[in-house]
């Protein structure tokens, strides 16, 4: 029986990605709320917070940990899976997937410092400082590997000789026309749902144990987060749209079931398509896709009959757009009602219906970031370096990549089991209240001997 290396060097990609984005998500937002909470604490002088960040730095690590191994994955999957991609592209890439790896190093150090030194500088805000290049480090991590994904939307930096990438810019092709806008909606997203993940555990635990002060402040704290980086997640949704209508129309169309050249084009939205390629069910929103495009409602629009049929995205995309920028919305709405909530003294802010969508929030955040990925990925087919090698060509045709596919399966699973189980034993038995009982004797007891 003939294996399609194709189909499976696919599914071991995706496979890989879908679960590594989990962890560079968590790996990405989470130091900024830890930099956020720490910077509270000391400002209001208020151990809740100071809490907080200890608290969330634990689970941080262990998450960095699965992440250095997915991440590995990755760098190895590109090599044995995709030979002719790295043939053809390897000496473009090399640069940022280096300094990826240099980010992350550079984060990892400052990260060891930042939790082993405590309580250990007469002024606070010196060990609050320490988040700074934990912050950048994380953040950088995600720019240089997003200017991979990009350069493979909008291959630019070289000069094409005898079917090889010749006279290479490296950082041309980092800062290829794509990065800005991919960049941008990356980290909002990141940041968005790191917030979103904090702020469901803390409607958890109110769920499940009523309001206490350290979950109430957690929640506050997060979901003012989740409403800034949730509007700005929008707005970047905007930016990407504006640049896919200028530079990768056929993405755009094909996201939107949009077949046919026009001015003024109807944004739709859900639907499904008849044998016809006629959208049948949709919400239909005259002009909104011109507008969405280009910020002009009489925009010319282009269609995918300008394409050639081979080279149309899968028409699944649209499902994916919509999904993704629906969660999007859901997310701000969330956040606008439990500030709406809180602000109206005659509502409970933490009721459990509130504090149930809260909770949803964080799950719906990883699923839109997931389906952005998906969408990033899919919409850019057939091409894996758009206009220069289609995704067959580059897929290794070693059938050992089944086997492949399910040892990475198996690992996998293996890995988010134990972060699982980890995470439980390290906050189930520990609660905060406890924990912040224990240093205030502890600091007090402290105290006490300095005096002495």
Do not use: C
Not at 2 to 13: A, Y
Not at 182 to 203: C, D, E, N, P
């Amino acid at each position: 029986m003939d294996i399609d290396t194709v189909l499976w060097s696919r599914l071991l990609t995706g496979l890989t990605l879908t679960f590594h984005v989990i962890y560079a998500t968590i790996g990405v937002g989470v130091p900024l709320m830890i930099a956020i909470a720490e910077f509270v604490g000391i400002r209001k002088k208020d151990p809740h917070y100071i809490l907080m960040a200890k608290r969330w730095t634990r689970g941080f690590i262990i998450s960095v940990a699965v992440g250095v191994v997915t991440g590995t994955a990755i760098a190895l999957q590109l090599a044995l899976v995709w030979p002719n991609f790295m043939q053809l592209a390897g000496n473009v890439i090399a640069l940022p997937l280096f300094m990826e790896v240099f980010a992350f190093f550079f984060e990892a150090i400052f990260l060891g410092i930042y939790l082993y030194t405590w309580n250990r500088f007469r002024n606070p805000y010196v060990h609050w400082l320490l988040t700074f290049p934990i912050v950048i480090g994380a953040g950088m991590s995600a720019f240089f590997i997003t200017t991979v994904n990009g350069f493979m939307n909008q291959p630019e930096g070289f000069a094409l000789e005898n079917g090889s990438f010749a006279a290479v810019d490296p950082v041309a092709a980092m800062l290829n026309t794509a990065t800005p806008s991919k960049v941008f909606h990356v980290l909002s997203s990141a940041y968005m749902t790191g917030a979103a993940l904090l702020a469901g555990i803390a409607a958890l635990v109110i769920l499940k144990k009523g309001v206490s002060a350290y979950h109430k402040k957690a929640l506050n704290l997060m979901m003012a987060v989740v409403l800034v980086f949730s509007a700005l997640t929008v707005l970047a949704g905007d930016v990407s749209a504006k640049y896919l209508a200028k530079h990768q129309p056929e993405k755009l169309a094909a996201a939107e079931w949009h077949f046919e050249t026009e001015r003024g084009a109807d944004l739709l939205v859900f639907g499904w398509l008849n044998d016809q390629l006629e959208a049948v069910g949709v919400l239909r929103i005259p002009k909104a896709l011109s507008f969405l495009g280009f910020g002009d409602f009489d925009a010319e629009v282009r269609g995918l009959e300008e394409f050639p049929r081979d080279e149309w995205p899968p028409l699944v995309s649209h499902y994916l757009f919509d999904l993704m920028v629906s969660i999007g919305f859901v997310i701000l709405g969330i956040s606008l009602l439990y500030f709406l909530f809180k602000f109206w003294k005659k509502r409970d802010a933490y009721n459990k219906w509130l504090m149930r969508a809260v909770l949803w929030s964080a799950p719906l955040a990883f699923l839109a970031v997931e389906l952005g990925w998906f969408y990033a990925e899919v919409g850019r087919q057939p091409w894996i370096i758009r206009g220069y090698m289609r995704v067959e060509e580059a897929a290794t045709t070693s059938p050992s990549v089944v086997w492949l596919f399910f040892l990475f399966l198996l690992l996998y699973i293996v890995l988010g089991t134990i972060s699982v189980i980890v995470l439980r034993r390290l906050f189930r038995h520990n609660p905060a209240e406890a924990e912040l009982e224990k240093h205030l004797q502890e600091q007090a007891a402290s105290r006490g001997g300095d005096a002495r």
